[in-house]
């Protein structure tokens, strides 16, 4: 069995490699090529870790993985990593272990290729500025992917802590080595302002931005509510979208708070809900239709992410 770390897969694998394998997944997964079962969740005591246990398999796609991934958010105030996982690659044909790769990175990879694929099919073409919420684990791979997504000029950076802000921004300006601005700003609503994609990628339990500031034409792509009691996205800015996208519209109502809780409220019913990404990738739904419409895409990682991920690592370093 092969055993690959952060650095191994660093070395043949990118987000930019990533984005077209997780737009496959979103299809594979719509057609109901991929069986996927909800993942099983056991929380904490105080609330405060996540356990996390996603198995996923495709006939046509000849994939089979197993991952097993923790989640405790506040293990940034010690610095150390949120979310620890690991991936297990499995032969479909005998059931042999081919791979363990490291599922803190898949993670990350899949993940902002999820907003990778959101701004391809969603956002407007000519989008220039960005904002980030958020610089917790998965923020590298999501400022990854729009950099590489869309043609930005400028992207701007917020977390409740601003001095870590602009040491995530000095980090990854050092590391990215872009043309594109990207800078820390004091708070998030500063960050929105006129920004044509948003990005959420916090464990807050209350919005993070000012729903109204909004412009007309953003993409929101909110990535880090994955359970019922997590709201980053206000739901001011979910009433006025023009149209809501899912990775899977199963898997965030029976996880997402940022949905969950307005339908709860009354604030909107499920008939605002437009429908599966895999279903725009596939054809048989329009995603953006004018550069007016707010679209709202809301992902909580589905393990098919996981599995074609995983397997088009495994099938590249056999060929490196």
Same mark, same amino acid.
């Given at each position: 069995m092969n055993i690959l770390n952060k650095?191994?897969?660093?070395?043949?694998?990118?987000?930019?490699?990533?984005?077209?394998?997780?737009?496959e997944a979103f299809q594979y997964y719509y057609e109901g090529k991929v069986d996927v079962p909800l993942r099983t969740q056991i929380t904490t005591g105080t609330g405060k870790g996540t356990f996390l246990c996603m198995p996923a398999y495709s006939e046509e796609y000849d994939a089979s993985c197993?991952?097993?991934l923790n989640m405790f958010p506040e293990n940034i105030n010690q610095g150390l990593p949120s979310i620890n996982a690991q991936i297990l690659v499995m032969n479909t044909k005998t059931g042999g272990f081919e791979a363990l790769l490291d599922g803190n990175y898949v993670t990350q990879l899949r993940t902002g290729a999820a907003t990778g694929v959101a701004i391809k099919h969603l956002a407007r073409k000519d989008a220039k500025i960005g904002a980030l %919420? @958020?610089?917790g684990g998965q923020a590298q791979t999501q400022l990854e992917a729009m950099l590489v997504a869309a043609n930005?000029?400028?992207i701007r950076v917020s977390d409740l802590n601003f001095e870590r802000a602009q040491q995530f921004v000095e980090k990854m300006t050092a590391e990215l080595q872009t043309t594109v601005m990207i800078k820390a700003v004091e708070n998030s609503d500063l960050a929105i302002e006129h920004a044509d994609i948003i990005v959420t990628v916090t464990p807050s339990t209350v919005p993070v931005f000012d729903g109204e500031k909004v412009k007309k034409g953003a993409l929101?792509?909110?990535?880090?509510?994955?359970?019922?009691?997590?709201?980053?996205?206000?739901?001011?800015?979910v009433k006025k979208?023009?149209?809501i996208f899912f990775d899977s519209e199963e898997a965030v109502l029976s996880e997402s708070g940022d949905l969950l809780i307005p339908l709860k409220e009354g604030t909107i019913t499920e008939?605002?809900?437009?429908?599966? %990404? @895999?279903?725009?990738?596939?054809g048989e739904l329009i995603g953006r239709e004018n550069d007016e419409e707010i679209i709202f895409f809301k992902t909580v990682g589905i393990a098919a992410q996981d599995l074609f991920t995983a397997q088009a690592i495994s099938q590249r370093m056999k060929k490196s």
């Open positions: 650095n191994d897969i660093q070395k043949f694998f990118s987000i930019a490699d990533c984005i077209p394998i997780v737009e197993v991952k097993v %919420i @958020g610089t930005l000029s400028e929101v792509s909110g990535v880090g509510s994955y359970q019922p009691h997590l709201q980053e996205i206000p739901a001011s800015l979208a023009d149209k008939e605002a809900f437009t429908g599966d %990404i @895999g279903a725009v990738i596939k």
